[in-house]
């Protein structure tokens, strides 16, 4: 078992279904449903053979490193990490809700729809496990193209425009990101070493001040887009709103995600005098992104809009934790990244089932919910506290450690990170008091003999993630202990930096 190219499967067994469901006929719904599904769900088993990770073990298990292009140095390099094998899970799980939940409310195309979704996870699933910077590339715009497609042939009315600006941001750090890498391929190269993108290798080479300055400059803009981190947000709340439900889970619950583990992976690694010397401007954008995105939330009148907005703040609090340099903020942010990534997903999923019923997201035609649906406003009321922090379910673990990590590193960004906890209860307490107990609305009272409770396939779809949020919440250690080594290798590098010290900043 253990000769087993166990990363390869998991990546590569949803292209199987891809192959599978292109041998349908298109009108034979069920069956390419039951395809997609099984694809994504063989996928996810194979990923459980990662929970064997070893923390004390080498750095990077279940290795594979075979030649692909080796004119160019270029090797198809996998192996994971504790970094790695918490996303890969993720991502895993994400992607069968994702599938099972479409089964009602994707109707049209559905051929179409399911293999690109396929596409997606295989992209998705590369990017987290590859060690070869090229590879890692090519997974990265593998995973752009069939998000692109998902918004722009499923998504809402304004979702051409909504795909044309996700797409114009993504590409431009995507191209950044390239630059980036061959830049750093060729200055270890240009020292008399044979060419190459092996990740591990280019990792120890020690690069010039101006070099790493200009290289961390290009990763993160890529990575900051993908975050998204203030001000290079704009373009996800019009992808969320224009995007279908399980196109939103996705995009809020994995590709945000892509660019915190590029930071992770990359950044700081390949450049670490650079992330020192860089490190108080990202912090500012974060307690900016973490205090612009709680603000803006509060006046949203739609509720995928208002998750959107509260997702810049969450990840604010992820780029904070990543950049104080110490263990708590740095395990805070992985953690803050998965609990968001279940959490976020799961209300994404709750605003699609009601839309579903409704085909409105407006919070003012809202009201009176909780005694039409009680099981529904039950589930939402889970996830709602889930996202404000307390204490008991996942979203408090993150958030506490990167708020210990913040008081280590400034007590002023700390308290403004506070702030943020008490206004993120207010907007999300509201919204939840508007939709579920207020008055219903006229609006609302038209649709009231049509609505119905969760069904079951809403309830199969959402129970992983209800198990995963209150688990994560009360039994944090297994995903603290798999992140311990890959958070202080990361800390050894960047505190043993000493900055640029060769090339000026004006601070």
Not at 229 to 243: C, I, N, S, Y
Request: hydrophobic share 55%.
């Amino acid at each position: 078992m253990t000769d087993l190219p166990i990363l390869s499967l998991v990546v590569f067994t949803p292209l199987i279904g891809v192959a599978l469901i292109l041998l349908v006929p298109g009108d034979m719904h069920r069956v390419i449903r039951w395809i997609a599904l099984l694809a994504a769900l063989a996928s996810l088993a194979f990923s459980l053979y990662l929970l064997g990770y070893r923390p004390d073990g080498a750095e990077f298990q279940f290795r594979e490193d075979i030649p692909w292009i080796a004119a160019f140095g270029m090797r198809y390099t996998l192996g994971v990490d504790g970094l790695s094998v918490v996303l890969v899970l993720l991502t895993t799980v994400l992607s069968v809700v994702s599938i099972f939940y479409s089964w009602d409310p994707i109707q049209t195309r559905v051929k179409e729809y399911y293999a690109t979704m396929l596409l997606l996870m295989i992209g998705m699933l590369g990017v987290f496990v590859s060690l070869d910077l090229f590879l890692f590339y090519v997974f990265w715009e593998l995973s752009l193209i069939p998000m692109y497609l998902v918004i722009g042939i499923w998504g809402g009315p304004r979702r051409i425009y909504a795909t044309v600006k996700f797409v114009i941001y993504t590409l431009v750090g995507s191209l950044l990101m390239l630059v980036a890498i061959l830049a750093v391929a060729i200055a270890h190269a240009s020292a008399g070493n044979p060419f190459t993108f092996s990740y591990e290798t280019l990792r120890d080479f020690g690069y010039t001040d101006s070099l790493q300055a200009l290289a961390f400059v290009a990763f993160f803009l890529a990575f900051a887009i993908k975050v998204p981190m203030w001000p290079f947000h704009t373009w996800l709340p019009d992808a969320h709103v224009e995007a279908p439900t399980a196109g939103s889970i996705i995009l809020a619950g994995v590709l945000l995600k892509l660019g915190g583990y590029g930071f992770l992976r990359y950044s700081l690694p390949l450049a670490p005098d650079a992330a020192v010397a860089f490190a108080p401007i990202v912090i500012g954008l974060a307690v900016v992104a973490i205090l612009y995105g709680a603000m803006v939330s509060m006046v949203q009148p739609d509720l995928k809009k208002l998750i959107a907005y509260s997702s810049v703040s969450h990840m604010g609090f992820v780029m904070l934790g990543v950049f104080v340099f110490n263990t708590q903020g740095l395990q805070g942010a992985v953690f803050q990244m998965i609990s968001h990534g279940v959490t976020t997903g799961a209300l994404f999923l709750l605003v699609g089932v009601i839309y579903e019923r409704t085909h409105d997201r407006q919070i003012a035609h809202m009201g009176g919910l909780n005694a039409r649906l009680p099981r529904y406003a039950a589930i939402f009321g889970l996830f709602t506290f889930a996202s404000i922090g307390l204490p008991g379910l996942s979203g408090f673990i993150g958030e506490f450690l990167v708020l210990l990590g913040a008081f280590q590193y400034s007590g002023w960004v700390a308290a403004a990170t506070m702030l943020v906890v008490i206004i993120s209860a207010v907007y999300m307490l509201w919204m939840f008091q508007r939709v579920f107990f207020a008055v219903p609305s006229d609006w609302m009272r038209r649709s009231w003999p049509a609505l119905t409770d969760m069904t079951r396939n809403e309830w199969l779809s959402l129970t992983p993630l209800i198990l995963l949020v209150v688990g994560l919440g009360v039994v944090p250690g297994p995903v603290l202990d798999a992140i311990s080594a890959p958070v202080e290798r990361i800390l050894d590098v960047v505190n043993a930096s000493p900055g640029l010290t060769s090339w000026s900043l004006p601070w």
